[in-house]
C-alpha cells in the first residue's frame, strides 16, 4: 500500500495539467512545504514565495512528473529546497540597506500556519550548517522518512541517515552548551530526542 494514497490518485491529474489536481495537491502539501521553507528562510513571506515559485515550477515541467504519490511529494520538496538556496545565495550577496528596506515578514497568506521555535533550539540551529539544518528540518519539522530526506537532498539512504545522526549530535552538544551557560531547557530539543 502506498504512503501517501491522496497523492497518488492525483498524480495523472497533474500530469494532465488538470486545475483540481493542482489544488489538491497544493491542499495537501503546502503546510509541510512552507514549514520546511521558512524553517530555511526565517521569514514568512520568503518561505510563502518559494512555495508558490515551486509550484509554478510544477505546472512547467507537469508532463515530466514521473512515479507515484511519494514521488511527487519529494520532487515538490526539492523544488522549495532549491528555492530556498537561491534566496539564500541571493540574500549573501545584497547589501545590508536593501536588507533593512524589506517588506514586513509578517504579513503572510492565512494558510500559513508557522509556530515560533525555541530561542535556545534557534541560536543551536543558527550555528549548524545550512546543510545540517535542512537536514533536521526535512526528518524532524516537516517529518519526512529517512528514504524521502535521501530523495531531497540527493544523497544514497545511507548517506543521508549519517547525515542526519551527525547534525542531530552536533545539534545536541549545542543545545547542551547554551543550557549549561545558564539558559533554560529547550522542550523542541526533547521532540527532536523523541523521534529518534
Known amino acids: 500500500m502506498s504512503e501517501y494514497p491522496e497523492l497518488d490518485r492525483l498524480v495523472d491529474g497533474i500530469r494532465r495539467r488538470s486545475d483540481d489536481a493542482f489544488t489538491d ?6 503546510g509541510g512545504l512552507a514549514s520546511f521553507a521558512y524553517s530555511m528562510l526565517r521569514d514568512r513571506r520568503l518561505a510563502e514565495d518559494a512555495v508558490q515559485q515551486a509550484f509554478l515550477e510544477l505546472v512547467r ?16 520538496f526539492k523544488s522549495v529546497r532549491f528555492n530556498c538556496l537561491d ?8 547589501p545590508e540597506s536593501l536588507m533593512a528596506e524589506a517588506p514586513d515578514s509578517s504579513v503572510v497568506a492565512d494558510e500559513l500556519e508557522l509556530t515560533e521555535i525555541d ?4 541560536r543551536a540551529l543558527a550555528e549548524l550548517t545550512e546543510r545540517q539544518r535542512t537536514l533536521i528540518a526535512l ?6 522518512s529517512g528514504a524521502e530526506v535521501a530523495t531531497v537532498m540527493e544523497m544514497t539512504r ?8 551527525r547534525a542531530e549530535r552536533r545539534l545536541r552538544k549545542l543545545i547542551e552548551g547554551v543550557e549549561s551557560n545558564g539558559s533554560a531547557t529547550s522542550p523542541s530539543m526533547k521532540k527532536v530526542e523523541d523521534k529518534r
Do not use: F, N
Open 87 to 94: 534566496e539564500i545565495r541571493r540574500r549573501s550577496r545584497r
Open 25 to 30: 495537491v497544493y491542499t495537501l502539501t503546502s
Open 139 to 144: 526528518r524532524h519539522v516537516v517529518g519526512l
Open 119 to 122: 530561542p535556545v533550539l534557534e
Open 158 to 165: 545511507p548517506a543521508a541517515y549519517a547525515a542526519t545522526e
Open 61 to 76: 515541467s507537469a508532463h515530466t512528473i514521473k512515479g507515484d504519490g511519494r514521488s511527487l511529494r519529494a520532487w515538490l
